[in-house]
């Protein structure tokens, strides 16, 4: 499963006008995670040069711990061993917050679903799969992580949201006041920025803007497996084309939309009030968008 799986989300973003003089405008762009990623902030040059090198950096390290292409990242040795002992403070922070997640949606966020996704992308039989999957069989202690018989996770829901706060929280520490990163993900500060939202069925459905915080979007269409959208689970099948979550933080947002997309809108009333979140987007099936 790749990162950029769900992701449909169009944007365009510009600083606020600024006067002359007063900032420059700093911007990187790559590819990490499976997706284009791209760093935007206003300051001096060389503070900025210092910063971008440091994420990019640090970016690197996270790939290394979270990324299923690499066989050697932390996660897939995980996978492959079902234990990880003295797991790295980065991970297992991660892990805490997809443990978070899980318990907010009610299960609907659950990273032990790659078993699922890998059989359903293979066209194999799923029954082997479905029956090895639930959270709760993951046993967390603070010095290992075992998974239980038959399991895979995959933080491919959660990685991208975590990313993209740690590099905003080390640009702030920096002291950038106006950045826009986009690890998958979007998280602002200063501004305004503008984004447009985008479903993979109906197209651009209309715009937010992000002054402070994270936007995260779901779209299960976005990457198909055979006839079904690739946000899966056992028991739920999904109920919204996108979801689009505003939240602090965009390790929230991100986990939290994956889930919204299993969620009748009851349900995802429930989640919105239980995390603290701050806007909840909607676009059924049939292109009527409804806002929370």
Sequence with gaps: MTLSRRRFL???AAFAAMPAGAAQAHSWEGFAFGAQVS??????????????????????????????????????????????????ALFMDLIRAADTAFTQSGGLFDPTVQGLWSAVSHGQDTTPAIAAMGWEKVQVRADRITLG?????????????YATDLIADMLMTHGFTDTLVNIGEYRGTGGPFTLGLSDPLHGVMGQRTLSGGAIATSSPAATMLGEQGHILHPSARAKWSTVSVEAARATVADSLSTAMVLAPRSQVQAIKERADITRVTLVDFAGNLTTL
């Design 10 to 12: 169009a944007i365009s």
């Design 39 to 88: 760093l935007r902030m206003q300051g001096p040059k060389a503070q900025a040069l210092t910063a971008l090198n440091e994420a990019r950096v640090l970016i690197a390290k996270l790939e290394e711990l979270f990324s299923l292409y690499n066989p050697n990242s932390t996660l897939s040795v995980l996978n492959r061993t079902g234990t990880l002992t003295e797991p790295n």
């Design 149 to 161: 018989p038959a399991q895979t996770l995959t933080l491919n829901g959660i990685a991208q949201g």
